[in-house]
């Protein structure tokens, strides 16, 4: 088991920054990849980035993220963070991290829901305009 503790979120201004972090505990962090994704009201989850348990590895990201969000991973603090900049009032959502296998790394497994066995119960993000 893995448990995924994420935080970081909050209410702010469009243009503004935000720091999610997520904690994990329970079997070894470095095993797995992990992903973001967000949910927001009345729509389907999806995809935000992914960052593979290997170093090196150049991080997935979905086209609204690309050049605003930055995922990064401390293996040694059992914690994956997504950097975000210059919300959008689009970008408002539940975020939530996700612990995948560490077999296979393609954007095809990666950015499904599916692939992730282990979840977070999310943090709120709020972008107001």
């Known amino acids: 088991q893995v448990q995924l503790v994420e935080s970081g979120g909050g209410l702010v201004q469009a243009g503004g920054s935000l720091r999610l972090s997520c904690a994990a505990s329970?079997?070894?962090?470095?095993?797995?990849?992990m992903g973001w994704f967000r949910q927001a009201p009345g729509k389907e989850r999806e995809f935000v980035s992914a960052?593979?348990?290997?170093?090196?590895?150049?991080?997935y990201y979905t086209d609204s993220a690309k050049g605003r969000f930055t995922i990064s991973r401390d293996n040694a603090k059992n914690t994956v963070y997504l950097q975000m900049n210059s919300l959008k009032p689009e970008d408002t959502a539940v975020y939530y991290c996700?612990?995948?296998?560490?077999?296979?790394?393609?954007?095809?497994?990666?950015?499904?829901?599916?692939?992730?066995?282990?979840w977070g119960l999310g943090t709120q993000v709020t972008v107001s305009s």
């Open positions: 960052i593979s348990w290997r170093t090196g590895i150049s991080p």
């Open positions: 996700a612990a995948a296998p560490s077999f296979g790394w393609s954007y095809g497994r990666l950015s499904a829901g599916r692939e992730y066995n282990y």
């Open positions: 329970g079997r070894t962090f470095s095993n797995y990849h």
